[in-house]
Antibody, heavy 113, light 110 residues
């Protein structure tokens, strides 16, 4: 059974940092294009970042330079390092393999003073 | 950045047919935009319904189909069921740019 489990969300002050983790089981993350997608409360979906199977990463303009997407093949885990967080980064963050329809349950990040 | 447009809301009768569309501010949507469609029900994570215009993950019911129609990506639901009431989002990819989600369509089955 395929599972993606995100952890690491929480309440953080503006300007702070958080690292989200996405632990996968039942498939190999490094063999797939893996994405982070977020959803602000009551709003639509927003694409955040992707890591290709070859390791290349791409970011939405809204997070470029502040977020870093990485993976640990030995742990079959993805990470999203989020620095210089802003109020507008408040959202549920999902990791996913979009084409394979593998989605985590999401983790809530709240940026507030 | 491109703007991807969807109908904010649509209503379909049980057993009826409805088509949701996904347009791009840059012009005609083609297969090169690799259109995706996602379904999201309240309180749940999204699910991928269609990828690369018309391909389906194994869970997607046969009543859903994806296509290109009139310069847009389209999601057609034929034989709507009450459980199809949900928000639907499209995603378009752009060469040299980042993928962009549409604003979503709230589909009511009534």
């Amino acid at each position: 059974e395929v599972q993606l489990v995100e952890t690491g969300g929480g309440l953080i002050q503006p300007g702070g940092s958080l690292r989200l983790s996405c632990a996968a089981s039942g498939f190999t993350v490094s063999s797939n294009y893996m994405s982070w997608v977020r959803q602000a409360p009551g709003k639509g979906l927003e694409w955040v970042s992707v890591i290709h199977s070859g390791g290349s990463t791409y970011y939405a303009d809204s997070v470029k330079g502040r977020f870093t997407f990485s993976r640990d093949k030995s742990k079959n885990t993805l990470y999203l390092q989020m620095n210089s967080l802003r109020v507008e980064d408040t959202a549920v963050y999902y990791c996913a393999s979009l084409a394979a329809d593998y989605w985590g349950q999401g983790t809530l990040v709240t940026v507030s003073s | 950045q491109a703007v991807v447009t969807q109908e904010p809301s649509l209503t379909v009768s049980p057993g009826g047919t409805v088509t949701l569309t996904c347009g791009s501010s840059t012009g005609t949507v083609t297969g090169g935009h690799y259109p995706y469609w996602f379904q999201q029900k309240p309180g749940q994570a999204p699910r991928t319904l269609i990828y690369d215009t018309s391909n389906k993950p194994s869970w997607t019911p046969a009543r859903f189909s994806g296509s290109l129609l009139g310069g847009k990506a389209a999601l057609t639901l034929s034989g709507a069921q009450p459980e199809d009431e949900a928000d639907y989002y499209c995603l378009l990819s752009y060469t040299g740019a980042r993928p962009v989600f549409g604003g979503g369509t709230k589909l009511t089955v009534l």
